[in-house]
């Protein structure tokens, strides 16, 4: 697995520079294999790519008529409410770009949380192709970072982490006092390429452990994260202090 690492002034910058790769990357496999398939991520800095990609050229350039979107994690929420992460890439992204709305694969998180994780289970299976161990396999998946090391909704100490059988299942997080449905680690690691989105000084702490003082015996989630291809890190220099 090959390690990227691409650190800009601020947020702005690192999502500029993420729109170009994602046009890139979404050129290439179009023309390779005619479709380039895409879980988005929640977050304050996914949003801004959102915004970036959701006005010329990226809106008008990116092959969107070609792309499959689908999701890393998701509230037990309805589409509409302020927190579903479907939402706010709906707001942000799909109301401004030309796609056909069965391009984009929602997590239900206004069902039982189980129930939705079944049905995404059974949605990633129908439509990515799969690897040699039968996991379905995305172009790309698009992560952010939190300060406890959590990706999608992967948190320290849940049962998720241990999943194995499953491309989708329900989590309760503690701290949060509530369910989420996440795609599992089989799924992520199956993925060509893995892209952390993460910027802002919160986020400098967590990074610098991740990078510089990694975990061995109790690894984080962020570093259970081990894609085919490789994994990029957008950083701005408020999050990639510490990085070299």
Same mark, same amino acid.
């Given at each position: ?13 690192? @999502? ?68 579903? *992460? ?64 959590? /990706? ?14 499953? @491309? ?8 949060? &006092? ?8 089989? /799924?992520? *690691? ?7 989105? /993460?910027?802002?000084?919160?986020? *400098? ?10 975990? /061995? *015996? ?9 894609? &085919? ?16």
């Amino acid at each position: 697995m090959q390690i990227y690492k691409i650190i800009k002034q601020d947020p702005d910058a690192i @999502c500029l520079e993420a729109a170009k790769d994602f046009l890139r990357l979404a050129q290439q496999c179009v023309q390779h294999k005619g479709e380039f398939t895409v879980a988005l991520a929640g977050g304050s800095t996914p949003k801004r790519l959102f915004q970036v990609l959701a006005k010329p050229p990226y809106a008008t350039t990116i092959p969107w008529g070609k792309i499959r979107i689908f999701f890393g994690d998701e509230r037990t929420v309805p589409p509409d409410h302020p927190d579903s *992460n479907y939402g706010m890439a709906n707001r942000y992204l799909f109301k401004h770009i030309s796609i056909d709305p069965t391009r984009i694969h929602r997590i239900q998180g206004e069902l039982d949380a189980d129930k939705a994780a079944a049905g995404y289970h059974t949605l990633l299976k129908g439509f990515l192709p799969r690897d040699d161990n039968g996991w379905p396999v995305f172009d790309l998946v698009m992560l952010g970072l939190g300060e406890d090391g959590h /990706v999608a909704s992967l948190f320290p100490g849940t049962d998720i982490l241990e999943v194995q059988d499953r @491309c989708a299942a329900a989590v309760w997080v503690e701290e949060k &006092k509530s369910w989420r449905i996440s795609i599992t680690l089989p /799924v992520i *690691n199956s993925a060509e390429h893995v892209w952390m989105l /993460v910027t802002g000084e919160g986020k *400098n702490d967590i990074v610098d452990r991740v990078f510089n003082y990694p975990s /061995v *015996n109790h690894p984080l989630p962020v570093e259970r994260v081990n894609p &085919k291809q490789d994994i990029s890190w957008y950083l701005d220099l408020a999050a990639g202090r510490w990085v070299r």
